[in-house]
């Protein structure tokens, strides 16, 4: 295949699309093979300098949420604006593809190494500042007892659209919009994180702009430094300059460039889904670099670029250039990446192709649980979702669970959108016979097993607003448990079903109607099938222990239903994987992960701790006879967790742990260890349930819930 710039592409779709090309900044159409790609700049092959104005807008961001540590009231990157100004992004540095340049053009020459004199440079900057307030439940600052560092987790959804409303069209400028000490969620759910920011087109008002921010003194959970996520974000504009960060769920502007799927090379585990890219030029959602090292909520970290200029160090993101997506071809080079060439010195492996669940057939499961299983008369029980679905689509019969699992949630009950609001239903999977179906309960109940239905789901949006859905929802509900012999229910209503509304302060008397009613419906099934009805929670870490710096929205959205329902709860487990990095009771800042985090997170509520911050909103401790953690087969280790389950409930300490627990001999009556899924333990040869059940049910006996 060969590679060249071709103007005549560029002119018509830029006819198609005149309306916003005569507001983006200069833009090229180069091809490889049947892709054309839209790059910042002049077409290579006319040469000549192309200066873009720039306009660089520092991006003072106000708090209103009360926070849990030191109360920086904003996150101002006023004195950060010299360093930038200095930085290679507008500065000229000697970087080794050759040539003192800045960034930006730097890396366009590597892309294009052929080009002689050819340029594409930032101008000097004017510099126009704006502040933004950061609503209760859009973001929320974390700051370490220990160093006073902090940073915040915010909204970047709302905090383009606030730009935008202070910044006008700026035809044919580039906007560089610069937070400190920011990282951000997307899609309005803070379970989508981390990302250091966006660009693109802002579709609202025609800008081409790089939102991102800058780094200094923060945390040391924290790794990237200084520009390093403005030179992230700023190299993919260069690579993208057409992506409409706020296109989902509304007809797109104008597309940006498309590419293969890919895995990104820093992936711990080739099943980690969080490590598949694209099809875009960076991970979905989180817009990382294949040169980035961290997965799916955590904050974005990769090996930088150290440059010297004059008595000042910058931190440089190390980038994948347009080859590394598309091939090295000629007019591209052999270079993957700027601007250490030695980041990537291969290509991309395609991201594997997964069924989806469906028709029985494909692979059957050939593994066998290898160790017996003790029971759960010692009161820790191993609690795991089951949906059904085996290697390439199979689908497993409920009753062929590994008899280490001693609760087995089934996945799930989703709102019936062809009856009544509120009206809940569930189907056997596809391929399992209803009355065999039942019949496997009846067998797992006979074993000793509890056997629940879970009600939502992730991606599943349900809410109770209306009260009139609450007589719907409670006769389905018990239509369902009677029908199919379950034990009780589990409630996944993950963000936005559930959502604090404005005004709404207290978690010990909640006026948000979706959670006064859902308390309602509880009671009155509970109150229906008596004191042997099992009742759980699964909270995101958003919902629970995200309501220790912040209270309202989606953060501590649980919390409100796990007070009122403690007298009749039978566990809840926090998924520990569904979260952003969050802070512990002794102050400090915790990545999702580590025996730390699930320590931190999981002692917020065995010991109870201050909501939003305020003393005066204390959240009670559980009883430890309620409480599991909540864990991802395909985010964690066997190890992890194992070391995780004995540093909590007898307070073993592995080495290298930073977080002390408040209670040091650990809490022995604590249930123990939640997994989703059932179904990929038993693909990955029970490699979580032979290590984690036989551990559980060998710690010394606690009285059961």
């Not at 019936?416 to 016979?433: I, K, S, V, W, Y």
């Not at 607003?465 to 589990?490: E, H, K, L, M, Q």
């Not at 909501?611 to 409480?627: I, K, L, R, S, T």
């Amino acid at each position: 295949m060969s590679i060249k710039s071709v103007s005549l592409i560029f002119l018509l779709v830029a006819s198609m699309h005149s309306l916003c090309a005569q507001d983006t900044v200069p833009t090229f159409q180069s091809v490889v093979g049947q892709g054309a790609y839209t790059l910042v700049g002049n077409d290579p092959a006319q040469a000549g300098t192309t200066t873009i104005p720039t306009v660089l807008v520092p991006v003072t961001l106000s708090f209103a949420a009360k926070r849990a540590a030191a109360k920086p009231l904003a996150m101002d990157p006023t004195a950060d604006v010299p360093r930038i100004l200095r930085s290679p992004v507008f500065s000229n540095f000697a970087f080794p593809s050759g040539g003192a340049t800045q960034y930006a053009d730097a890396m366009l020459r590597t892309t294009f190494p052929k080009a002689d004199g050819w340029h594409t440079l930032l101008s000097k900057p004017d510099v126009k500042p704006v502040k933004i307030t950061i609503p209760i439940g859009y973001g929320y600052v974390l700051t370490s007892r220990k160093t006073g560092g902090s940073f915040a987790v915010v909204d970047i959804e709302f905090l383009q659209k606030e730009l935008f409303k202070q910044v006008p069209k700026q035809a044919g400028s580039l906007i560089i919009a610069v937070t400190h000490n920011t990282t951000y969620y997307a899609l309005g759910d803070a379970t989508v994180c981390c990302s250091w920011g966006t660009h693109g087109i802002d579709s609202f008002t025609g800008n081409s702009f790089v939102l991102a921010s800058y780094l200094k003194a923060a945390p040391a959970v924290v790794e990237d430094k200084d520009v390093q996520p403005l030179t992230q974000q700023l190299a993919e504009f260069i690579n993208d300059p057409l992506h409409d960060p706020l296109a989902h769920g509304r007809n797109v502007i104008v597309p940006g460039n498309t590419v293969a799927s890919w895995m990104r090379p820093s992936s711990m585990r080739p099943e980690d889904r969080g490590g598949c890219g694209g099809t875009g030029m960076a991970s979905t959602y989180f817009l990382l670099e294949p040169t980035n090292t961290n997965p799916k909520n955590n904050i974005p970290a990769s090996k930088a670029f150290v440059a010297h200029a004059g008595n000042t160090t910058y931190h440089l993101q190390n980038v994948a250039l347009l080859s590394w997506y598309v091939g090295s071809t000629e007019g591209l080079g052999g270079t993957y990446s700027f601007p250490d060439a030695h980041a990537l010195t291969e290509g991309p492996k395609p991201c594997p192709v997964v069924r989806p669940p469906g028709a029985i057939g494909g692979v059957p499961s050939t593994p066998k649980p290898t160790v017996a299983a003790s029971g759960s008369s010692n009161g820790h029980r191993l609690i795991g979702y089951w949906s059904g679905y085996g290697p390439a689509g199979s689908t497993f019969p409920l009753r062929d669970v590994s008899p280490q699992w001693d609760v087995i949630i089934v996945a799930f009950s989703t709102p019936d959108r062809n009856a009544p609001e509120g009206t809940m239903q569930f189907h056997a999977p596809f391929g399992l016979d209803t009355e065999e179906f039942k019949a496997d309960i009846a067998y797992l109940k006979g074993q000793g097993k509890k056997v629940m239905i879970s009600l939502g789901g992730g991606g599943q949006h349900f809410t109770l607003a209306d009260p009139n859905r609450v007589p719907n929802y409670v006769s389905s509900v018990t239509r369902i448990v009677t029908d199919y012999g379950f034990d009780g229910i589990d409630i996944d209503f993950e963000s936005p079903s559930l959502s604090i509304e404005p005004g709404d302060i207290d978690f010990k008397h909640p006026t948000t109607p979706s959670i006064v009613n859902l308390i309602s419906a509880l009671h009155q099934l509970h109150d229906h099938f008596g004191p042997g009805f099992m009742i759980s929670l699964v909270p995101e870490g958003t919902q629970i222990p995200a309501g220790y710096p912040s209270y309202g929205g989606q953060f501590g959205s649980y919390l409100a239903i796990t007070y009122a329902v403690r007298d009749i709860l039978s566990f809840i487990d926090v998924q520990d994987y569904n979260t952003p990095p969050l802070q512990g009771l002794d102050g400090e800042i915790y990545q999702p992960g580590s025996v730390d985090y699930h320590a931190a997170m999981t002692e917020l509520l065995l010991h109870g701790f201050n909501v939003g911050g305020d003393p005066a909103n204390f959240f009670p401790p559980m009883p430890a006879n309620q409480v599991a953690v909540g864990f991802l087969t395909g985010d964690t280790a066997p190890a992890t967790v194992s070391q995780a389950m004995d540093y909590i409930i007898s307070g073993k300490a592995p080495a290298g742990t930073r977080y002390k627990l408040r209670q040091p001999a650990g809490y022995p009556a604590m249930i123990g260890a939640m997994f989703w899924t059932i179904d990929a333990d038993r693909r990955g040869n029970y490699n979580f349930s032979n290590v984690i059940g036989p551990q559980l049910h060998t710690f010394p006996a606690t009285k059961a819930p």
